[in-house]
């Protein structure tokens, strides 16, 4: 069975940083693209960032480039988001999602309805 566990969500100032992580169990990891999608409240899920099956190419949506990294671990099953100078409008539930990949160097994707496995999601803080 294939779950998407994500953890490191909480409460933090603004200006402060958080890591985001999202371990995936039962899939062949190293194969799976992967994003971050966050809801913010009373809002659309909205496409963060994402990466390839690889680790080594990335997108971000364009608003919060510079201030978010993307990074995967498929050693450690693990796609992690790094989260720097946070404002209160990065307030939300941030999911991660995973998508069998073919082309594991080259495919990413931001349309969340191309993701198969989806995580709980954790909430994201921020006060000012």
């Known amino acids: 069975q294939v779950q998407l566990v994500e953890s490191g969500g909480g409460l933090v100032q603004a200006g402060g940083s958080l890591r985001l992580s999202c371990v995936a169990y039962?899939?062949?990891?190293?194969?799976?693209?992967m994003g971050w999608f966050r809801q913010r409240p009373g809002k659309e899920r909205e496409f963060v960032a994402a990466?390839?099956?690889?680790?080594?190419?990335?997108v971000y949506a364009e608003s919060l480039k510079g201030r978010f990294t993307i990074s995967k671990d498929n050693a450690k099953n693990t796609v992690y988001l790094q989260m720097n100078s946070l404002t209160p409008e990065d307030t939300a539930v941030y999911s991660c999602?995973?998508?069998?990949?073919?082309?594991?160097?080259?495919?990413?994707?931001?349309?969340?309805?191309?993701?198969?496995?989806w995580g709980q999601g954790t909430q994201v803080t921020v006060s000012s």
């Open positions: 999602a995973g998508v069998y990949a073919e082309r594991t160097w080259t495919y990413y994707t931001t349309r969340g309805g191309d993701y198969t496995y």
């Open positions: 039962g899939l062949t990891f190293s194969r799976y693209a």
């Open positions: 990466i390839t099956a690889s680790g080594g190419s990335t």
